[in-house]
């Protein structure tokens, strides 16, 4: 009796919050867009904080053209991603976001992101749309784009170095030996410990991580012909010019940035995420294109960025699409260029921005036109796990080069089959 009683009055209580959710519904969508007081469609938009002034000066016209209102979520953009697969479904997801490259493709294909016009992407070219496509659908628009470039002290160097062979100058320059270790130098510096600064040498030398222009799971180019010279290279800097700390896979980030900020390296390879940083440490510095490899050819570091993307479980697809379309406009790509000196990835937008005087846009518009798309599959999450050690392995005398890739390869080969087998 008792237990029926407790049933009685759990049903009772579902009942009532069901109908109160029934009464409310008319004017919450299930993606968090809403009817405002004047009965308005309202579109959310999701932003890193820092990024919220520049929506609230453009969202006047779209919300006057489109009679809406553009409310702005101010969050981390990877905590946004992070939470779609769950706040989707439960009605708490924004409508449109900025999402990082490398994650449109697999929230895509998991069936969390709107698909999209392919006339949405038809200005950009054939690079910039891999950006936002898997399974040849469009599931974003390109925004911004960014590569890895060459930044040089311009009170050490009258002219960036072109060639690999000007950095070995570099390193046989006595006033960059590194006053802690005897025979070691500081002239030119990259973190290739890390397969993302790495990943260019390889790609220079012929290697790739998927084939079919990083489609194909099944045909991993990492411990190719190319990839084994491009990591015998590297450890030529790692055993007879670089510090040891130069090995360590956690804190040689850290050692590049402070002795290129205190003066001790003249040029070394970085992103354009570190320009303040440098700019902090009064660095006099200059930014250029990635200088040529040894066999002749560019370093081909990977090209990233992000795009706007909707939730597929907006209520509002259309007027979604329409944000999507007006903020990567030519007009308001730039204006974000203006603000935030992100590049931009509109084509119009970004041939304005190379044209100004600053030498970083320059460098990574010159740069990314050799940059490969990172691949945007699921697998990818694979290849930095197995890719994590390799450069120590090698570098530190633990394996042979060819040793190296080889086990990095099986790894990553071995978690696809395990995680990846009902695909």
Request: net charge positive; proline share 4%.
């Amino acid at each position: 009796m008792k237990v029926f009683k407790k049933l009685f009055v759990l049903t009772l209580v579902l009942g009532v919050i069901m109908a109160l959710a029934a009464c409310g519904g008319s004017k919450k969508t299930n993606s968090g867009s809403s009817q405002d007081s004047g009965g308005k469609k309202t579109l959310t938009v999701s932003v890193e904080e820092k990024y919220a002034d520049y929506v609230n000066s453009i969202k006047g016209d779209f919300e006057k053209k489109n009679n809406c209102t553009v409310k702005v979520v101010k969050k981390p953009m990877f905590d946004q991603l992070e939470a779609l697969p769950l706040d989707g479904p439960a009605g708490k997801a924004p409508d449109v976001m900025l999402a990082s490259y490398d994650r449109i493709g697999g929230l895509g294909q998991q069936g969390h992101l709107l698909k999209l016009s392919k006339k949405d992407v038809s200005a950009y070219d054939a690079k910039d749309q891999r950006q936002v496509m898997i399974d040849n659908k469009v599931y974003g628009v390109p925004f911004v784009i960014e590569t890895l470039v060459l930044y040089y002290n311009k009170d050490l160097l009258k002219s960036p170095p072109k060639t690999f062979a000007d950095l070995e100058k570099l390193a046989k320059d006595s006033k960059y030996n590194f006053s802690s270790e005897s025979g070691k130098n500081t002239g030119f510096l990259v973190k290739w410990t890390d397969f993302y600064y790495s990943y260019g040498l390889l790609a220079g030398y012929g290697g790739y991580v998927f084939g079919d222009n990083g489609t194909n799971t099944k045909d991993i180019g990492l411990n190719n012909a190319g990839s084994v010279k491009a990591i015998t290279y590297a450890t030529h800097w790692f055993k007879d010019i670089w510090p040891k700390g130069m090995k360590d896979t956690k804190s040689s980030g850290d050692f590049v940035t402070e002795e290129f900020s205190k003066g001790k390296a003249a040029a070394v390879i970085d992103g354009p995420w570190s320009a303040d940083t440098y700019a902090k440490a009064k660095v006099n510095y200059g930014a250029a294109p990635i200088p040529t490899l040894p066999n002749g050819n560019k370093y081909e570091a990977f090209g990233g960025g992000k795009g706007w993307v909707a939730s597929n479980y907006t209520k509002e697809p259309k007027l979604a699409e329409k944000w999507i379309q007006y903020v990567t406009n030519s007009a308001n790509s730039y204006k974000f260029y203006e603000k935030y000196k992100e590049v931009p990835a509109n084509p119009a937008a970004r041939e304005k921005a190379a044209a100004t005087n600053d030498e970083l846009t320059k460098a990574v518009v010159e740069q990314y036109k050799s940059a490969q798309p990172m691949p945007n599959v699921p697998e990818m999450a694979e290849v930095w796990t197995g890719m994590e050690s390799t450069m120590f392995d090698a570098a530190s005398g633990k394996k042979t080069p060819k040793q190296a890739a080889d086990a990095a390869v099986k790894t990553i080969k071995d978690n696809i089959a395990q995680k990846y087998s009902n695909k």
